[in-house]
C-alpha cells in the first residue's frame, strides 16, 4: 500500500480527541510534546538572561570604569554605582552567566527539549514510560530557575566564586562576601539535578523498553543515540555533583568542614568532585547537539549519515572515555602530576571519537545534493565551529602547553567555541527543524537566514580573537584588565570584542521575534516539510495527544535517503515496500 | 513469547529462594563483624576482613533479596555498570593523599 | 563609543597566533610544543574548513540532481581512526617529559635557591631567606607583591595560601601554579633575562582577583646578593 | 495476556514479530534499576569523600566504639535486616497472592523501617549532647553527612512503603500485577545494603 493510504487511515484514527482541561493540557500536562515546549520557553528565557548578563560583562571588559549607558540607573547601588559595575558583582555575572548557560539554558534545551519532545516520536512510542514523573522533572526545574533568579536581590548579592565554585572560596563567606547567595545557588541545582535525574532515568526506560516493532537499536536515529548516552551521562553524574553541592551547603551552613582546610577539609576533593561531574557534563552539552546535527545534515544532504555505525560507536566511545579525562581541568590545581600524565593521555583520546564524527559529516555531505534551508545552514556551522572548538582542546590537553593557556581567555575562546559555536548552533539548527512539527507551522526561512548569518559573522568576531586575548596571557575572570601593565596593549581588542558581543546579542532578537512571530503568522507546515524519514513526519504537526493511534512498523534505518528503491529521495522508516522483505534485524545496511 | 515482560505467573509458585536462611547468615554476619572488629588483631587486618563481610552481605542482598540473581543478564548488566565508575573516582583521587 | 574597526587598527598588538616573548628556562619546552601543536591543529583546521566549503559548493543542491546513495565505507573510517589516534598519541609522548619537567614532583632542580611565599586576599607575601641564603633563619625577611629574584639561578617557591586558592602566574616565564590552602606546593623556575615583569592572579580568589598583583624584579647574580644583604632587608624593616 | 506494565501503553507495545527485547523486564521494574544506578553515584559522592578523606587524615578519627555508640547502631543494622526479609517475604506472599500474609509482612516492614529511623534520631541526640557534632572535625563532619543522608532515604522508604501497604489492605496487589510491592521492595533493600556498607566503614573500621 502507498504511504498516502497509510497517512489517510491514520488522520481518521486520530478522533480520540482528549478533552482533558487547558490546565491538565497545558499546565501540569504529562503529554511529553507538552512538557518538551514547556521547558523550550523556560530555557530560551535563561538563555536570554545569561546574554544579557554576558552583555553586563563585556561592557565593563570593553569600557572598565566608565558608567553603563541608560540602564546604568537601573541597578541597585550593592551592584551598579553611579552607572559602573561593581567588582562583586561583575564576579556574580560570572559565576551566574556561566551558572544559567550551562545549566538552565543548553542543558535544558538539549535534554529536557528534544529529549522530551523527539524520542517517543522517533522511536514510535505514545509518550514517556512515567508521563508523571516527566511532568515532576519539569516542575522541579521551574522553581530551581527561579530560586536561582532569586539570588540576585539577597542580601549580599548573588554566588561570585565562578560556576564552578571552588572551595574554599565558595565554602565560606568570609572569603567571598557572599552568603546567602552560595546558599541560594547549592540549592537551586540540588534541586536542578534531582530534576535531570528524573528526566534522564525516564529517557532510559523509554528507549529500552518502548521502541516500536523493528525499531532495532541500530535503526535509531543518531539523535536518540546521542539522547540516550547523554541520558545516562546525566544519570550518572548529576548525583555526584548533588553529593558535593550538599557537602558545600552543609560547609555553609552547619559548620562542616569537608573543604575548608583548617581542620582538614580538602579544597582539591571538591575539584575532583565536580569535574568528575564536570567533565561528563561537557559531553553532556554536546553529544546531544552532535545527534541532532547528524540527522538534519543527513537530511539536508539528502543522502543516509556516511558511517552510522562508526557514529554510534564514536557516541559510545565518548560516553565511557568521558569519565576518565575530567583531571584537565586540573592541570594547573596541585594535582598529584603523575596523574595528570594519565589525564592528558585520556584526554588527547577523547578527542579521537570526536574526529570520526567531524570526518563522518563531511563524508555524509559528500556527493550529496546539499539543501540549503536554515536548519542545515546552522548544522553547517555547528560542524564548521565544532571543529575550531575541538582543535584549540587540543593545546590544553597538551598539559605544558596549558600551564601557560590554562584559566587565560584561550580556554573562554575554546569552551565558547564548542557551547556556543558547537551546541547553540546546533540548538538553532534543531529548533528551527522540529518547530514546524511542534507547532504546526514554518519559522520565516527570510529571518531565519537573516539571523542566522548575523550570529554566524558576530559569533566568530566575539569569540575568535579571545584566542589571541589568551595567546598573550590574559586572564579569565578579570574585572577589569588594564591593572596590569601587560594587558593594557590589548585593550583595544577587548573593547572591539565588546562591541561584536553586543551587536550578536541585538541579532539574536530577531530570532525571538521570528520564534514568537512564526507561532501565529508562520506558512502551514504540513506532517513533512522537510521530506524527512523519521517516525515522527508520518504525523500531522502538531501530532495530537498519543501519538500514534497505530503503532507503526519500522522497515529501515532512519537515513534512506536517495534510495534507489523509490523514486522520490526520501523513505521513511515505516513505509512497508512490497519489494522489501520482512525487516531483518540489524538491517541497516 | 512476550520477551519484554516476565509475568510473575511465569514463575513457578511456591518455589522461592531461602529468605529466612539469608536472613540467618546476614544476621550471622553482623554478628562476626561486631567480633572482629574488636579483636586485638592487626588494623590492617581487621579492616580487610570487615570489608570482605561488608561484601559478602552486601552481595546477598543484591542477589537474592533484590532477586539479581533471577534477573536477565541485560539487567545484572545495568546493575553494576555504576561500579566501575565509583571505583575510578576513588582511587584516583586517593593517589593525592596516599601514593 | 569607539568604532571597532579604529580600534582594531589602534592595536599594536599583533592578531597573531605567536606567543609573546618569554624570559625562562620553560620558554623552549613550552613554547615549541605550542608551535608543534599549532602546525597539527591549523593544518588539520584548513584542510578541514577548506574540504567542507568545496562540498558544500560542488554538491550544492540542484534540481533534478540525486544524491549518491551509500552509507559510507570502513577503509576511510580506520585511515581517519587511525591517523588522528596515532597524532594525538604522538602529542602525548612528545609532551610528557616537559610535564614531568616543569611540575614532576622530583623535577625542582637541588641548587634551587628556596623563597616562601605566602598568598591571601589580595596580596603576595614572599619570604627571603636573607644574606645566610637560608629560609627559617632571623635574617629572612618578607615583601609584600615584590618578588627578586637573580637570573640564571633556579629558584623554588614554597607556596601556601591563608584563604583560598590563588593561582601563580607570570606569562613572561610561562608558569603558572595554583596556590592550595592546606597544601605546601613548591613552584620552581629559572629566569633568563634580567628586567622587570608582572606576575598576576589566573585563579578568581575573590572581588580583588583583578587586583591581585606583582611585580617580579630579576636582578643580575652579583647584584641580587648587595640586594638580599641591603636595599631588600631595609625596604621590608621600613615597613 | 500481557502484563499490566504493557497494557499500561496500549497496543504500541504489543509484541511483534522482530521486534528487539527491551531489558526484559517491565517498565518500573527497569526504571527502578536505572534509578538505583544513580542512587549509588550519589551514595559514591558522600562514601567516596569520606574515604579519601579519612585516607588523608587518619588521626581525625577516634577508633571504633570510642565515640559512637556501636551497641546501640548494631540493633539498628539488625533491625535494618529484619525489615528487608520482612519485605522479601512480602514479596514472596504478592506472587502467590496471598493478601493477608502480604498486607501484614508489608505492615510489619512500615513499622520496622519507622523504628530504625527512631533510633538513629535517638542515637544522633544523644552524640550532640556527648558535643559530638558536624563541625566538631571531619569525623562528625562525614559521620553525620553520611548517616544522615542514609536515614532521609530510610525516612522516603518509609512514605513510599506505607503508601504500598495502604494499597495492599485495599487488595491491589494480584499474583500477577504487584509491581508496586516489587519496586518498593529494590528500593528498600538497596538502603539495607548501603546501610551495610555504611555499618561497616563508618561504626566498626
Known amino acids: ?589 | 513469547m512476550e520477551p519484554l515482560t516476565d509475568t510473575p505467573l511465569a514463575k513457578p509458585r511456591a518455589h522461592h529462594p531461602p529468605y529466612i536462611a539469608i536472613f540467618a547468615g546476614l544476621a550471622v554476619l553482623t554478628m562476626t563483624e561486631l567480633i572482629v572488629a574488636f579483636l586485638p588483631w592487626h588494623k590492617r587486618t581487621i579492616v580487610i576482613l570487615l570489608i570482605a563481610m561488608a561484601i559478602w552481605k552486601a552481595l546477598l542482598v543484591a542477589l537474592y533479596y533484590m532477586h539479581l540473581r533471577f534477573e536477565p543478564n541485560r539487567l545484572r548488566i545495568l546493575a553494576v555498570a555504576p561500579l566501575p565508575l565509583a571505583v575510578i573516582l576513588v582511587t584516583a583521587v586517593i593517589t593525592e593523599f596516599r601514593w | 563609543m569607539i568604532n571597532p574597526v579604529a580600534a582594531l587598527q589602534s592595536t599594536n598588538i599583533p592578531l597573531s597566533w605567536l606567543l609573546p616573548h618569554g624570559s625562562s628556562t620553560f620558554v623552549g619546552d613550552i613554547d615549541w610544543l605550542y608551535y608543534l601543536v599549532l602546525w597539527i591543529t591549523g593544518i588539520a583546521f584548513i584542510a578541514v574548513e577548506a574540504t567542507l566549503v568545496v562540498f558544500l559548493v560542488k554538491y550544492r543542491g540542484r534540481p533534478g540532481r540525486k544524491a549518491y546513495y551509500t552509507h559510507g565505507s570502513l577503509m576511510p573510517e580506520y585511515i581517519w581512526t587511525g591517523v588522528t589516534a596515532v597524532v594525538v598519541v604522538m602529542i602525548g609522548l612528545v609532551s610528557a617529559p616537559a610535564w614531568g619537567k616543569i611540575k614532576g614532583r622530583d623535577g625542582v632542580p637541588p641548587n634551587a635557591m628556596a623563597l616562601g611565599l605566602t598568598a591571601k586576599q589580595f596580596e603576595w607575601h614572599f619570604t627571603y631567606p636573607g644574606p645566610d641564603g637560608k629560609l627559617g633563619t632571623a635574617d629572612d625577611f618578607e615583601l609584600r607583591n615584590q618578588l627578586h629574584v637573580a637570573v640564571d639561578s633556579p629558584v623554588v617557591v614554597t607556596a601556601q595560601s591563608e584563604d583560598v586558592i590563588h593561582s601563580f602566574f607570570v606569562p613572561n616565564w610561562r608558569i603558572k601554579q595554583d596556590i592550595v590552602p592546606g597544601m605546601h606546593i613548591r613552584v620552581w623556575f629559572q629566569p633568563t633575562e634580567v628586567g622587570t615583569f608582572e606576575l598576576g592572579c589566573a585563579e578568581l580568589c575573590g572581588f580583588g582577583h583583578y587586583r591581585m598583583r606583582a611585580i617580579v624584579t630579576v636582578h643580575a647574580k652579583d647584584d641580587y646578593q648587595r640586594w638580599m644583604a641591603g636595599s631588600g632587608r631595609s625596604l621590608a624593616l621600613a615597613r | 495476556m500481557t502484563h499490566g506494565a504493557i497494557a499500561a501503553s496500549a497496543g504500541v507495545m504489543r509484541p511483534p514479530v522482530d521486534r528487539e527485547a527491551g531489558a526484559g523486564v517491565y517498565n518500573e521494574k527497569l526504571g527502578m534499576w536505572v534509578f538505583l544506578g544513580s542512587e549509588v553515584m550519589f551514595f559514591t559522592a558522600l562514601i567516596g569523600s569520606y574515604i579519601i578523606l579519612r585516607v588523608a587524615h587518619p588521626e581525625m578519627w577516634a577508633p571504633p566504639g570510642k565515640v559512637l555508640n556501636v551497641p546501640i547502631t548494631a540493633v539498628n543494622t539488625f533491625l535494618l535486616i529484619c525489615s528487608s526479609v520482612t519485605m522479601v517475604k512480602a514479596f514472596a506472599s504478592a506472587q502467590d497472592g496471598l493478601q493477608r500474609p502480604l498486607c501484614l509482612w508489608l505492615l510489619a516492614t512500615c513499622i520496622i523501617g519507622a523504628t530504625f529511623v527512631g533510633v538513629q534520631a535517638f542515637e544522633y541526640h544523644h552524640l550532640i549532647e556527648k558535643g559530638f557534632v558536624p563541625s566538631e572535625g571531619l569525623y562528625g563532619s562525614t559521620f553525620y553527612t553520611m548517616t544522615g543522608f542514609h536515614g532521609f532515604h530510610v525516612s522516603v522508604g518509609v512514605i513510599c512503603l506505607s503508601f504500598v501497604t495502604w494499597k495492599a489492605f485495599r487488595g491491589k496487589y494480584t499474583s500477577t500485577d504487584h509491581r508496586g510491592v516489587e519496586v518498593v521492595g529494590l528500593y528498600w533493600h538497596f538502603v539495607d545494603l548501603v546501610w551495610i556498607i555504611l555499618f561497616t566503614i563508618v561504626y566498626l573500621i
Not at chain 1, 413 to 423: D, E, I, K, T
Request: aromatic share 14%; glycine share 10%.
Open chain 1, 1 to 589: 500500500m502507498t504511504e498516502m493510504a497509510t497517512r489517510g487511515t491514520i488522520a481518521e484514527q486520530h478522533t480520540h480527541r482528549d478533552d482533558r482541561p487547558f490546565i491538565r493540557r497545558y499546565i501540569f500536562s504529562t503529554d511529553h510534546k507538552i512538557i518538551g515546549i514547556q521547558f523550550l520557553l523556560m530555557s530560551l528565557l535563561f538563555l536570554l538572561l545569561g546574554g544579557m548578563l554576558a552583555m553586563l560583562m563585556r561592557w565593563q571588559l570593553g569600557f572598565p570604569g566608565r558608567p553603563l549607558p541608560i540602564i546604568g540607573s537601573l541597578f541597585p547601588e550593592a551592584m551598579v554605582q553611579n552607572g559602573i559595575v561593581l567588582p562583586e558583582f561583575y564576579d556574580s555575572l560570572v559565576t551566574m552567566h556561566g551558572t544559567f548557560m550551562v545549566f538552565f539554558a543548553i542543558m535544558p534545551l538539549l535534554v529536557g527539549v528534544f529529549g522530551n519532545y523527539l524520542i517517543p516520536l522517533k522511536i514510535g512510542a505514545p509518550d514517556m514510560a512515567f508521563p508523571r514523573i516527566n511532568m515532576a522533572s519539569f516542575w522541579l526545574a521551574v522553581p530551581a530557575g527561579v530560586l536561582m533568579l532569586a539570588g540576585f536581590f539577597v542580601e549580599g548579592g548573588h554566588a561570585a566564586a565562578g560556576w564552578t565554585s571552588y572551595a574554599p572560596l565558595s565554602a565560606n563567606s568570609e572569603y567571598s562576601g557572599v552568603s546567602t547567595g552560595q546558599i541560594i545557588w547549592c540549592i537551586s541545582l540540588i534541586v536542578l539535578g534531582l530534576s535531570s535525574i528524573l528526566g534522564s532515568f525516564n529517557y532510559i526506560t523509554t528507549i529500552i523498553n518502548m521502541r516500536a516493532p523493528g525499531m532495532i537499536w541500530f535503526r535509531m536515529p543518531l539523535s536518540i543515540w546521542s539522547l540516550f548516552i547523554t541520558a545516562i551521562l546525566v544519570l550518572l553524574a548529576m548525583p555526584v555533583l548533588s553529593g558535593a553541592i550538599i557537602m558545600l551547603l552543609f560547609d555553609q551552613t552547619i559548620g562542616t568542614h569537608f573543604f575548608l582546610p583548617p581542620k582538614g577539609g580538602q579544597p582539591l576533593l571538591w575539584q575532583h568532585l565536580f569535574w568528575f561531574f564536570g567533565h561528563p557534563e561537557v559531553y553532556i552539552l554536546i553529544l546531544p547537539a552532535m545527534g541532532m546535527a547528524s540527522d538534519i545534515i543527513a537530511n539536508g544532504s539528502r543522502k543516509p549519515i556516511f558511517g552510522y555505525v562508526s557514529m554510534v560507536l564514536a557516541l559510545l566511545g565518548i560516553g565511557v572515555l568521558g569519565w576518565g579525562v575530567w583531571g584537565h581541568h586540573m592541570f594547573m590545581s596541585g594535582m598529584n602530576p603523575t596523574l595528570g600524565t594519565g589525564f592528558m593521555i585520556s584526554t588527547l583520546l577523547i578527542s579521537v571519537p570526536s574526529a570520526i564524527k567531524v570526518f563522518n559529516w563531511m563524508g555524509t555531505m559528500w556527493r550529496g545534493n546539499i539543501q540549503f534551508h536554515v536548519p542545515m545552514l546552522h548544522a553547517v556551522s555547528f560542524v564548521a565551529m565544532f571543529v575550531i572548538g575541538g582543535l584549540s582542546g587540543v593545546f590544553m590537553a597538551a598539559s605544558p602547553v596549558d600551564i601557560y593557556i590554562h584559566d587565560t581567555y584561550f580556554i573562554v575562546a575554546h569552551l565558547h567555541y564548542v557551547l556556543f559555536g558547537g551546541s547553540l548552533f546546533a540548538i538553532f539548527a534543531s529548533i528551527t527543524y522540529w518547530y514546524p512539527k511542534m507547532f504546526g507551522r514554518l519559522m520565516s526561512p527570510r529571518w531565519g537566514k537573516v539571523h542566522f548569518w548575523l550570529t554566524f559573522v558576530f559569533y566568530n568576531l566575539v569569540f575568535f580573537p579571545m584566542h589571541q586575548l589568551g595567546l598573550h596571557g590574559h586572564m579569565r575572570r578579570l574585572y577589569d584588565p588594564t591593572q596590569y601593565e601587560f594587558l593594557k596593549p590589548l585593550q583595544p581588542l577587548n573593547t572591539f570584542i565588546s562591541i561584536s558581543a553586543f551587536l550578536l546579542f541585538a541579532s539574536q532578537l530577531i530570532f525571538a521575534v521570528n520564534f514568537i512571530a512564526s507561532w501565529f503568522t508562520g506558512a502551514k507546515a504540513g506532517p513533512n516539510p522537510w521530506h524527512d524519514n523519521g517516525l515522527e513526519w508520518t504525523l500531522p504537526s502538531p501530532p495530537p495527544h498519543g501519538n500514534f493511534a497505530v503503532t507503526p512498523t519500522v522497515y529501515r534505518g532512519p537515513y534512506e535517503y536517495s534510495s534507489p528503491l523509490v523514486e522520490e529521495d526520501w523513505l521513511p522508516q515505516d513505509r512497508r515496500l512490497d519489494r522489501s522483505p520482512a525487516p531483518a534485524p540489524g538491517g541497516h545496511r
